[in-house]
């Protein structure tokens, strides 16, 4: 799959978007930002719905955007999810499949397995129904769905959860992360929720004013000095890793990370299991000491590897241990009463731990 590059402005009276940027030919994007900086402006240029966009947009080798062409949004083959599912009221789940199906582009021949994505989503059972027997939720996976039978070369999520009360979005979260496995199709995810961007984003686009403040991968952009969302107040660490052992008497599984740290987490999941670890910085004590005696059960050795912040009454600490990045957010007080600073060997204290099935 060919390189994918954007370079678009958008100039309004009150507010422009200009961006240049690489989008991934796998994965998902995340483009995070907060209310009114551009997200979804941004995704529009990209699907051929803005008309006085200017610049560059090459997707899987065609060219969809320059100075002499626009293309429309059908000729862009997309997939666009909408923050509501935009089902057509008057037709069956059925007819709105089929719709999708219909509008499948021609240069694309690969064909889908309906019947094993009907099940992907659990939609078997509302065929016959109209949209307005279904729950937000399950208008969102029909929606999701019939994206997918266009085939498209990109999917385009605008807030897909945004419109649902949070027992639905834990709902069709699930769905979300498997429509990421099994579907080898680039998405972009725009989104305001760290927790959404945290768990289902491979590489994320940080926005702000219309401008990118920070691209890079969803590890890098959560810890590094230069990105906005390390400093964030919510600022958490993204563990990519591997379940290696099961404890059903405690109910814990213990979760290899790529670069070999054991981490134990609430919950027993399948050995072999590939998740994902997220780590909130408020949760990361540190100590100069191993502690054996401790109710703490994950206790990691690393080293300071930057200090990235100290605001108000609190520092924030980013340690590294076999390369892997916590983040560790302290009071002033206890960074000067330990005298921490870069390339001190430190313990860390992980309070608590949340753990994402990919």
């Not at 429309?72 to 999810?81: A, F, L, T, V």
């Not at 999701?144 to 999917?155: D, E, G, H, T, Y």
């Not at 780590?279 to 200090?307: M, P």
Request: proline residues 3%; charged residues 20%; hydrophobic residues 40%.
């Amino acid at each position: 799959m060919k390189a994918n590059h954007c370079r678009i402005k958008l100039q309004r009276e009150d507010f422009t978007v200009e961006a240049e940027f690489a989008l991934p030919a796998q994965g998902v994007t995340g483009i995070f930002g907060h209310s009114g900086s551009g997200k979804t402006t941004l995704l529009r240029c990209l699907a051929g719905l803005e008309k006085e966009v200017q610049g560059h947009i090459e997707i899987n080798g065609q060219t969809w955007l320059s100075d002499s062409q626009n293309l429309s949004s059908q000729d862009r083959n997309i997939g666009y999810i909408f923050q509501e599912g935009r089902l057509f009221p008057h037709l069956s789940v059925q007819a709105n499949l089929d719709y999708g199906v219909k509008r499948c582009s021609t240069q694309n021949t690969t064909s889908l397995d309906r019947d094993h994505l009907f099940k992907l989503f659990n939609i078997c059972h509302l065929l016959e129904r109209k949209p307005h027997q279904l729950s937000g939720g399950e208008k969102q996976r029909v929606a999701i769905a019939r994206a997918l039978l266009k085939n498209p070369q990109i999917m385009l999520l605008d807030e897909p959860l945004a419109s649902l009360d949070e027992r639905r979005k834990q709902e069709i979260l699930p769905f979300l992360d498997r429509l990421h496995r099994e579907f080898n199709i680039p998405m972009l995810y725009v989104s305001h929720s760290i927790e959404e961007v945290t768990r289902l984003c491979d590489y994320i686009l940080v926005i702000e004013q219309g401008h990118i403040q920070f691209e890079g991968r969803l590890h890098e952009a959560l810890v590094a000095p230069e990105s906005p969302l390390a400093k964030a107040s919510n600022a958490a660490a993204v563990l990519d890793g591997t379940v290696i052992k099961q404890e059903k008497e405690f109910q814990l599984s213990t979760i290899q990370t790529s670069n070999g740290n054991n981490i134990i987490v609430p919950g027993v999941a399948n050995p072999g299991q590939q998740v994902r670890i997220h780590i909130h910085a408020n949760n990361v004590s540190l100590c100069k000491r191993a502690i054996s005696d401790s109710s703490i059960l994950n206790i990691i050795e690393g080293t300071i590897s930057a200090i990235i912040e100290k605001t108000g009454s609190h520092a924030l600490l980013q340690i590294n241990s076999r390369n892997d990045i916590f983040l560790a957010r302290i009071t002033k007080k206890s960074h000067h009463q330990l005298g921490l600073d870069i390339g001190q060997r430190i313990f860390m204290q992980i309070k608590a731990v949340s753990i994402y099935g990919t």
